[in-house]
């Protein structure tokens, strides 16, 4: 599922095909889509101009020169595909943006998960939503407070998206690896030590250095992650083997030999 980074960098991808351009049209393709924006949003985004494009969480933002926001969540497997109005549509393109210019932004998606919708002018559809997990200003002081009245473990509390936004199921149990916290372990009950490594960790998880080729894996199609989806294999740092559990819902992939803080 793309988190902060994949989102991020789709959102730096947008930003270079669309920004300052006029839209010719917003067509939902798939009848999931078309639920979700419909032909009367799709008509009040016509001809309007793409000002600016902004990551919040998961989502995206293209802010129209109506004061309209057009709104993108990627779910499980949505991407951009950029290319123009000549080529053939792609078969999994679930909803098309063509610009004036004859740039045609697709939004590719197997699943067809993903959701386009239009906020008007002075309203947000956004959830509630925490501080940027790469927010230099999140700190431990900051996780102390949103953790505080959480009943569940870290590694779900991490994944709220009202607590720490962009952060989803791959990083928040890649930062609890590096943190070497056990993801069982109670949100409220994080000493302040350890929320500070905690959050160097989420920082490290995030950082750019780590960004390698292809989505999750690296050139040679290894997996460029510690623990995520790893279920049987050997912990780089102590030799023991990663387990896989379940937690509200998703798995959690650690190791119970070195994540025991
Ligand atoms: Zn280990």
């Known amino acids: 599922m793309p988190e902060l980074p994949e989102v991020e960098r789709?959102?730096?991808q947008l930003t270079r095909a669309a920004l300052g351009k006029s839209i010719a049209s917003v067509k939902a393709i798939h009848p999931a889509l078309k639920r979700k924006l419909s032909p009367s949003?799709?008509?009040a985004a016509k001809g309007k101009r793409i000002e600016s494009i902004e990551r919040r969480g998961k989502h995206q933002l293209i802010h129209l020169d109506s004061g309209d926001t057009l709104v993108v969540h990627f779910r499980m497997n949505g991407d951009w595909e950029?290319?123009?109005t000549a080529d053939a549509l792609d078969?999994?393109?679930r909803a098309a943006i063509e610009l004036v210019d004859g740039t045609r932004i697709s939004l590719v998606d197997r699943r067809a998960l993903s959701s386009i919708t239009l906020d008007k002018k002075g309203t947000s559809s956004l959830p509630k939503l925490g501080r940027e997990a790469n927010d230099p200003s999140l700190d431990a002081d900051y996780l102390r407070s949103a953790l505080a009245r959480k009943k569940i473990a870290v590694k779900p509390a991490l994944m709220d998206q009202s607590v720490v936004a962009g952060l989803g199921n791959i990083y928040?149990?890649?930062a609890?690896?590096?943190a070497e916290m056990d993801p069982r372990k109670s949100a409220a009950k994080i000493s302040r030590a350890k929320l500070e490594k905690l959050v160097d960790a989420i920082r490290l998880v995030l950082s750019p250095k780590k960004r390698l080729p292809g989505r999750y894996t690296d050139k040679r199609g290894a997996s460029r992650f510690a623990v995520y989806d790893r279920e049987g294999k050997v912990c780089r740092?102590?030799?023991?083997t990663i387990d896989r559990i379940t937690q509200a819902?998703?798995?959690t992939y650690f190791c119970p030999s070195c994540q025991r803080g």
């Open 249 to 251: 819902g998703r798995s």
């Open 172 to 174: 928040a149990a890649e």
């Open 82 to 84: 950029i290319g123009t």
């Open 237 to 240: 740092r102590c030799g023991g």
């Open 176 to 178: 609890l690896w590096e």
């Open 10 to 12: 789709a959102a730096r």
């Open 41 to 43: 949003q799709s008509r």
């Open 91 to 93: 078969r999994f393109a």
